[in-house]
């Protein structure tokens, strides 16, 4: 599985857009991006993830760059429940796969009043 | 509510003690697994089952002892503990093994040896 680098922290403001990148600049053809996050306490929350297009559900978009060797997640307005750890994983299908998703240190993202 | 429960929240146990965490997926889902995260530490995969069969065991203790009687139940039972074990452990479970990049996790243990 491709390694990935994020920011240790950010700070956002409530109620504006939270932009959290990515670095993972060895990822492979076949590889995808995967976003988690964790609030506190709790156990990680899937969040969502791509390929190569970029991808928006109910709780975020992605945005991928062209050359794959970075990405972005986009809360569009954060609140102070979006505090929480967010981990960005690279990681090729299943088939050959172990279980292990390799969640690293995460970006610490405090919403701020 | 990820509908996956883990009880219980909370455990205290000495180091001779014997114990077990539960949990319970109500998703329909045919993969489970272990997870422990110590302070300032990374997720560790512990344990994978899939239709109820161990399918991983990474290097696990035998202190820590996983059961899978069904697919919607998963245990870890815990015997003879050290200090070090004390974590957050967690539980997820994904559709199949297939599926096994989109995980839904319970809200853990947290469990303290003394």
Not at chain 1, 79 to 102: E, F
Not at chain 2, 88 to 95: D, E, F, K, P, V
Request: proline share 5%; hydrophobic share 30%; charged share 20%.
């Amino acid at each position: 599985d491709a390694k990935t680098t994020q920011p240790t922290s950010m700070d956002c403001a409530e109620g504006r857009a939270a932009n959290l990148p990515c670095n993972h600049s060895t990822i492979s053809g076949n590889e995808y991006v995967y976003w988690y996050r964790q609030i506190h306490s709790q156990g990680p929350q899937y969040i969502i993830h791509g390929l190569k297009n970029n991808e928006t559900n109910e709780m975020a978009s992605l945005i991928i760059t062209e050359d794959r060797k970075s990405s972005t997640l986009i809360l569009p307005h954060a609140t102070l429940r979006d505090t929480a750890v967010y981990y960005c994983i690279v990681r090729a299908p299943s088939r050959s796969n172990t279980g292990k998703l390799i969640f690293g240190q995460g970006t610490t993202l405090q919403v701020k009043p | 509510e990820t509908g996956v429960t883990q009880t219980p929240r909370h455990l205290v146990m000495g180091m001779t003690n014997k114990k077990s965490l539960k949990c319970e997926q109500h998703l329909g889902h045919n993969a489970m697994y272990w997870y422990k995260q110590s302070a300032k530490k990374p997720l560790e995969l512990m344990f994978v089952y899939s239709l109820e069969e161990r399918v991983e065991n990474n290097s696990v203790p035998s202190r820590f002892s996983p059961e899978c009687p069904n697919s919607s139940h998963l245990f870890l039972h815990l015997h003879t503990l050290q200090p070090e074990d004390s974590a957050l452990y967690l539980c997820a479970s994904s559709q199949d093994w297939g599926a096994r990049e989109k995980l839904f996790f319970g809200s853990g243990t947290q469990l303290s040896v003394l």
